[in-house]
T-cell receptor
């Protein structure tokens, strides 16, 4: 099966600019996750979708970050305006599991490496 | 709240030597534990997982981990490492009913010839 697709692979922007990342999960996977991985740290969940609904966005900086999954398939994560501390790898993942579901492993994409200068 | 602590940020080891990467967790509910590997410029790949049953879990690439409830640990082991095992390793615990994963800070395994 095809994996989780992400684009672009790399992005360099100046602070205060905006940027968008795209993710296409594995076909049939209802749950989609966006993680932020800052250099030297483990991934941190930003937002989780179940189909096209948000089930957890408690750690998403909502003043500058937004995400959508309009048709319950692919997703876009946006940052506007970007700050220097947003430099990180943004990982998208998907899984079959729904609420209380018994699918415990994710499939991750290769990530988008964002550098804010 | 659930959390994961990886006790070593870096582990250097010679090729063909055994290795153990340590992970401790805190959780007040049923525990589901995972180890992921991340090669340079790639996403995370699942090595193994503990859901229930046998406390010794075998994964891909010759890795295994042992779930120890009394010590709240889930250490990763491999009896003989290869150069190709050089990567970042992350321990994670499932949190909540929506399959959210909480990751540790990672351990960088460096295998030297």
């Amino acid at each position: 099966e095809a994996g989780v697709a992400q684009s672009p692979r790399y992005k360099i922007i100046e602070k205060r600019q905006s940027v968008a990342f795209w993710c296409n999960p594995i076909s049939g996977h209802a749950t989609l996750y966006w993680y932020q991985q800052i250099l030297g740290q483990g991934p941190k969940l930003l937002i989780q979708f179940q189909n096209n609904g948000v089930v957890d966005d408690s750690q998403l900086p909502k003043d500058r970050f937004s995400a959508e999954r309009l048709k319950g398939v692919d997703s876009t994560l946006k940052i506007q305006p970007a700050k220097l501390e947003d430099s990180a790898v943004y990982l998208c993942a998907s899984s079959q599991g729904g609420q209380g579901g018994f699918n415990y492993g994710y499939t991750f994409g290769s990530g988008t490496r964002l550098t804010v200068v | 709240a659930q959390s994961v602590t990886q006790l070593d940020s870096q582990v250097p080891v010679f090729e063909e030597a055994p290795v153990e990467l340590r992970c401790n967790y805190s959780s007040s509910v049923s525990v589901y534990l995972f180890w992921y590997v991340q090669y340079p410029n790639q996403g995370l790949q699942l090595l193994l997982k503990y859901l229930s049953g046998s406390t010794l879990v075998k994964g891909i690439n010759g890795f295994e981990a042992e779930f120890n409830k009394s010590q709240t640990s889930f250490h990763l082991r491999k009896p003989s490492v290869h150069i190709s095992d050089t990567a970042e390793y992350f321990c994670a615990v499932r949190s909540g009913g929506y399959n959210k994963l909480i990751f540790g800070a990672g351990t960088r395994l460096a295998v030297h010839p």
